[in-house]
């Protein structure tokens, strides 16, 4: 499909100076781009089932973990 986007003159320069370099059209390059972040920023079905599977067998939070993990974290170097 054909369709028309506009970016920032740095970020095309970018893109064209990729191109050149890996002999990629720009189309690859956009394309590529664009896949990459859709994967990155969907949903992973997987990782949604199990969430769902953890909702149902306990929906609400459990004080204790949560206070455990509070502990553990803030001995943790971020």
Known sequence: MKTAVSVP???YEQ???L???TGRTRSEIYSTA???Y???HS???TTAAMDQALDDIAPEP???LEAAA???LSKSEW
């Open 9 to 11: 003159s740095e970020v």
């Open 15 to 17: 893109a064209e100076a």
């Open 70 to 72: 509070r502990a553990t």
């Open 43 to 45: 949903a992973d079905p």
């Open 62 to 64: 459990d004080s204790f």
């Open 34 to 36: 664009l896949r990459d």
């Open 38 to 40: 859709l994967a990155h």
């Open 19 to 21: 191109s050149r370099r």
